[in-house]
Nanobody, 124 residues
Framework: QVQLVESGGGLVQAGGSLRLSCAAS????????MAWFRQAPGKERDFVAA????????DYAGSVKDRFTISRDNAKNTVSLQMNSLKPEDTAVYYC?????????????????WGQGTPVTVSS
């Protein structure tokens, strides 16, 4: 089992940047594909980005491609999401997720472990 704790959320103006981090503890971190999802009020939880176990393969939702960057540090057991050029529609609670082995994917049902979420608010 792996435990996930997100940090770095907050309030930012449109056009600004934020960096989210997720610290993992438990089983060897390098065994897990990692992802970020987000959930806006009254909406479903949507895929944002994923990264494979080595960090060599990444996948992004179309709405964030070229603005967000996912990365991981297996030595520090962390995964990060650098968010640039933020828009009001990026406002949501952002969740870190992990799945054991396998490949990157955008279905939330494929991920076994979830953090508590960190809120991001982008003002216009």
């Amino acid at each position: 089992q792996v435990q996930l704790v997100e940090s770095g959320g907050g309030l930012v103006q449109a056009g600004g940047s934020l960096r989210l981090s997720c610290a993992a503890s438990g089983r060897p971190f390098s065994n897990y594909v990692m992802a970020w999802f987000r959930q806006a009020p009254g909406k479903e939880r949507d895929f944002v980005a994923a990264i494979d176990r080595s960090g060599g393969i990444t996948d992004y939702a179309g709405s964030v491609k070229d603005r967000f960057t996912i990365s991981r540090d297996n030595a520090k057991n962390t995964v990060s999401l650098q968010m640039n050029s933020l828009k009001p529609e990026d406002t949501a609670v952002y969740y870190c997720a992990a799945k054991f082995l396998g490949s990157t994917g955008n279905r939330n049902t494929a991920y076994n472990y979830w953090g508590q979420g960190t809120p991001v608010t982008v003002s216009s």
